[in-house]
Each structure stands twice: as structure tokens, then as C-alpha cells.
């Protein structure tokens, strides 16, 4: 038996997941968006192994490729600042 009327639209989520405090400081922040690109890569990366050889999978390949870049930059970022931080020169 076909369904005539739609279900109606779900309600949107009004509160957030998570909240940013106004006073983490910036290598605070940093680190953390570090560590949670981490997971992102290692999610992507394991559902990969996972399914290889399945179709789709090049879209979710790139997304890792691109997680993880950002991952890497972000790394290089705070190391830099720790070491401008400690008067060391960082090349």
C-alpha cells in the first residue's frame, strides 16, 4: 500500500555538540583541531581498508588525503609556535 501523505520534516538540532570557549587560548585550539583531524584521518582511513575495492571509495580516499594534509599543516604550525614560543628558530 503506497503512503500518500510525506512524513513530516524532522526538527532541526538546535543545540550544539560542543561549544567553544571564548578563552582558549590559540595553541589550545590549535591542538585540538589537530587531534580531532586526527580521527577524522584515522576513521577515513580504517573504513578504506576496510571496503577496499569497493565502489565510491576514491571520494573518501581524497577526503583522507585532504584531512590529513590539513592534520600535517596544522602539526607544523604548532610546533612552529612552540618553538617562536622557547626563542628557538624553527626552519
Same mark, same amino acid.
Given at each position: 500500500?503506497? +503512503?500518500? %501523505?510525506?512524513?513530516?520534516?524532522?526538527?532541526?538540532?538546535?543545540?550544539?555538540?560542543?561549544?567553544? =570557549? #571564548?578563552?582558549?587560548?590559540?595553541?589550545?585550539?590549535?591542538?585540538?583541531? /589537530?587531534?580531532?583531524? *586526527?580521527? %577524522? %584521518?584515522?576513521?577515513?582511513?580504517? =573504513?578504506? *581498508?576496510?571496503? @577496499?575495492?569497493?565502489?565510491?571509495?576514491?571520494?573518501? @580516499?581524497?577526503?583522507? =588525503?585532504?584531512?590529513? #594534509?590539513?592534520?600535517?599543516?596544522?602539526? =607544523?604550525? +604548532? *610546533? &612552529?609556535?612552540?618553538?617562536?614560543? +622557547? /626563542?628557538? &628558530?624553527?626552519?
Amino acid at each position: 500500500m503506497k +503512503k500518500i %501523505v510525506p512524513d513530516p520534516p524532522r526538527p532541526l538540532i538546535t543545540t550544539p555538540y560542543f561549544t567553544i =570557549h #571564548s578563552d582558549i587560548s590559540p595553541t589550545d585550539a590549535i591542538a585540538h583541531a /589537530g587531534e580531532l583531524l *586526527r580521527a %577524522v %584521518v584515522e576513521t577515513l582511513d580504517d =573504513h578504506c *581498508r576496510d571496503h @577496499a575495492g569497493e565502489p565510491g571509495l576514491n571520494l573518501l @580516499a581524497n577526503a583522507n =588525503h585532504a584531512a590529513y #594534509s590539513a592534520y600535517v599543516l596544522i602539526q =607544523h604550525a +604548532k *610546533r &612552529s609556535w612552540d618553538a617562536t614560543q +622557547k /626563542g628557538e &628558530s624553527f626552519t
